[in-house]
């Protein structure tokens, strides 16, 4: 069994900045791709940001120059610095991964896994 646990989320004023972290466990032989999406009320979940297991990532446009995704394959752990947040920003973020596990057969199994969600809300 394999989980991503976030955490980081809550409010914040516009201008401000927060830390989104989320760390996966379990029975993992390796991690490829992780990822930030986010969905707003009403809206379709979208993706925020990418980072494969090399490093190179990929943005939204929408945060590009504002949030910087990063990892640490070592803990198993991928982050989303926010700066210069907008209401817009508003919405509950999910983590994303995809992870390769080892099940009780010593077989090797590759799926994509995701976070319970944490809620980040941008307002004065």
């Known amino acids: 069994q394999v989980q991503l646990v976030e955490s980081g989320g809550g409010l914040v004023q516009p201008g401000g900045s927060l830390r989104l972290s989320c760390a996966a466990s379990?029975?993992?032989?390796?991690?490829?791709?992780m990822g930030w999406y986010r969905q707003a009320p009403g809206k379709q979940r979208e993706v925020v940001a990418r980072?494969?297991?090399?490093?190179?990532?990929n943005s939204a446009d929408s945060v590009k120059g504002r949030f910087t995704i990063s990892r640490d394959n070592a803990k198993n752990t991928v982050y989303l610095q926010m700066n210069s947040l907008k209401p817009e920003d508003t919405a509950v973020y999910y983590c994303n991964a995809d992870i390769t596990v080892v099940d009780n057969g010593g077989i090797l199994r590759g799926r994509d896994y995701w976070g319970q969600g944490t809620q980040v809300t941008v307002s004065s």
């Open positions: 980072i494969s297991s090399d490093g190179m990532t």
């Open positions: 379990g029975r993992i032989f390796s991690i490829s791709a």
